[in-house]
């Protein structure tokens, strides 16, 4: 039953035996990734298309739920791997986005090939129709699939036309109810900040 439990402030799932009243938390998701440089001037990443719903065929940079018992880099290594076939070393957090409306929170981490002495390999996990490295030149050649990642792309190109001066970007993006995930001209960024 939905109750507001004694030191809560809203309504929750209570179970209806007093001798449990346990309290079911429906909580935000968080999804994990990276955007990984391939070439020494931050200009070259990794993309790759959707092989799955929501917005297959469309492209994306290798991110997914995290899992229980992994930290936020972790699942984004994980990812990545899984959806590239790729091994990374995480550098650094990158953008942290917030999308309320659906219960999600991105982290994506800047990541590089975690062997930079080999060429760089990556291929097509099973949620992946094609991979691809692309200049940040030429994003605009392909169609994003979330908003999330289209404002971290565009925060990335920023700081890598920045002399290469990387921040850490945070902001809430507030989508028109109804709107599709790869809408780009549905939804605002707000609250925006970085350092």
Known sequence: MQA??????RLRAVCTNSACAQVHYVNPKM????????DDSYEKILLV???NEPCKGLWTVPAGFMELGESTADGARRETAEEALCDVDIVA?????????????????RAQPADTTAPFSFGNGSETEESKIVHIDDLHQYTLAFTAVSVA?????????NETKFRV???TITKRPGALPSDMSAFKLEKYICS
């Open 4 to 9: 507001i439990p004694p030191t809560e402030d």
């Open 31 to 38: 999804v994990v990734g990276t955007i990984v440089a391939c």
């Open 49 to 51: 298309k959707r092989a």
């Open 93 to 109: 957090p990158f953008i942290h986005l917030d999308l309320p409306a659906i219960g999600q929170s991105y982290v994506l981490f």
């Open 153 to 161: 792309l565009e925060k990335y190109a920023e700081d890598v036309r």
């Open 169 to 171: 970007h945070h902001g």
